[in-house]
């Protein structure tokens, strides 16, 4: 048996924010993790500002060799190739960045380990422990990814803890076995990616969108878009998401890979003999799709509580400042003795993420039903949108939530005031 002020299960952005932050506020984490560092993670490894800000927080050398500075975005939208620089707010840094999975979680890992986390590697957790009052009080741990662990090759293990952080990501097991069901009504995009080596295309400056994706079968649009991502090592990160069409149902995303990579220069190199390793992919589980965010001791964070953004499918970013947020509200319960005052700062927790992203969650949950689902990106980046500098900024800080708070420009004042507008969504509770 193993004892900590708070067990956080996941060593993802999420997970690795969290355990980071209560580190460095004193508390005593455990971070549990069933693979082992470095590991694959299917991602498009974009990082917008919003995302390099919680790199920041967490004092990351973003500096350091290995990372791919972004200007902006490209947006490619039939003969309209449009390029939006990221905005220069006082809030967020003016630049994004690119990373490969690979080694940016194991970054982020060994950063919460530097701030005094104690991280387990190779222990799957298998089932949150309960008291009497079906209270979390910490993890079983059963056959892990790797032996030599605790936890690990069919040794089970307990790890006790009055607090615990779900950050296992869109499998979301822990919050599954305290009965926290996913929303039904809210619909799951997935995504797929592959890397390519294309010397051409790996130094861009700009994120590249397509936003004119088709079905390989039908020619219909794909309510999604295609990304094309700079490594800065000779690779790009290729690959697309899409939420499920309300009449062409899901769509075959390999297919619908190479039907577009053909569409592209042969000089970009995005062929089959230029691929490094499979086309993988995963679920998306976007704008707030499991409740309640906080329940008996468990707060849920990142994929697991379906944090990702239902405006562009960015998740990191998501993951990383709920993390922060999370770890915020456990390092101030664990300050009040046991009892309903500690309760009520941890039920906080999903009062502020709300605050945060229900108003905009919920308009762009409207967006995903009403017009993304059915027409992708089409009606919204048309020909008149696309000319217009102004109207794609605004498209631009509207889909990637970047704007100062209190507004310092028209574009801030715009968005800031239609999202106000949006009626809050309750906070929903046990
Ligand atoms: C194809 C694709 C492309 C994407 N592209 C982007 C992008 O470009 N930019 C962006 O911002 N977002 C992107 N996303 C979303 C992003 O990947 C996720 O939102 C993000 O990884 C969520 O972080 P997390 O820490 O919540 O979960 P995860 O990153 O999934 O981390 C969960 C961790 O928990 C561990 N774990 C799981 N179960 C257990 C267990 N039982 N016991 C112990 N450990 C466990 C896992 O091994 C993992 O390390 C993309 C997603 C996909 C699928």
Not at 59 to 67: L, N, Q, R, T
Not at 216 to 229: A, E, K, M, R, V
Not at 233 to 250: E, I, K, Q, S, T
Request: net charge positive; proline share 7%.
């Amino acid at each position: 048996m193993d004892e900590a002020e708070v067990i956080v299960v996941g060593a993802g952005p999420a997970g690795s924010s969290a355990a980071y932050h209560l580190a460095a506020a004193g508390v005593d984490v455990l971070l549990l993790e069933k693979t082992r560092f470095p590991r694959e993670k299917v991602c498009g490894d974009g990082l917008t500002p919003r995302a390099v800000h919680q790199l920041i927080r967490m004092g990351i050398d973003i500096k350091a060799p290995g990372w791919m500075r972004s200007r902006g975005m490209r947006w490619v939208a039939g003969e309209h190739r449009v390029h939006i620089d990221w905005p220069g707010l006082g809030s967020y840094p003016d630049f994004g960045l690119s990373r490969s999975r690979h080694d940016f979680d194991d970054i982020l890992a060994r950063r919460a380990v530097a701030a005094g986390a104690r991280l387990r590697e190779g222990v799957k957790v298998t089932s949150p422990v309960t008291d009497r009052a079906g209270r979390v009080t910490g993890v079983t741990a059963g056959a892990g990814a790797a032996a030599g662990a605790a936890g690990g090759a069919g040794e089970p293990a307990v790890y006790r803890a009055p607090i615990v952080i779900a950050a296992d990501g869109a499998s979301a097991r822990l919050a599954l076995a305290m009965g926290l069901q996913r929303d039904p009504n809210r619909q799951i995009a997935t995504a797929a990616r592959r890397y390519y080596r294309s010397p051409e295309r790996s130094q861009d400056e700009y994120l590249e969108l397509w936003a004119d994706l088709r079905y390989p079968g039908n020619d219909h649009y794909l309510p999604g878009y295609g990304w094309i991502f700079p490594m800065g090592d000779g690779r790009v990160n290729v690959g697309l998401g899409a939420l499920p069409h309300r009449r062409y149902g899901n769509a075959d995303l390999r297919a619908a890979l190479d039907h577009w990579l053909a569409r592209t220069p042969q000089a970009w190199g995005l062929r089959e003999e230029n691929a490094e390793g499979p086309v993988r992919s995963a679920a998306l589980p976007l704008g707030f799709n499991r409740h309640p965010l906080y329940t008996s001791g468990l707060l849920l964070v990142g994929d697991s509580g379906g944090m990702i953004s239902p405006w562009n499918g960015e998740g990191i970013a998501q993951a990383m400042e709920a993390g922060e947020v999370a770890a915020e509200r456990a390092a101030l319960a664990l300050a009040l003795p046991e009892g309903p005052r500690r309760e009520h700062v941890l039920l906080n927790y999903p009062v502020e993420m709300n605050r945060r992203w229900g108003r905009y969650y919920r308009l762009g949950n409207a967006a995903a039903d009403l017009v993304f689902s059915r027409s992708g990106f089409q009606p919204v980046l048309n020909r008149y949108v696309m000319g217009s500098p102004f109207l794609l900024k605004t498209l631009a800080r509207l889909l990637s939530n970047l704007t100062d708070k209190p507004s310092r420009d028209v574009i801030d004042h715009l968005i800031n005031t239609v999202v106000r507008l949006v009626p809050a969504p309750s906070v929903r509770r046990r």
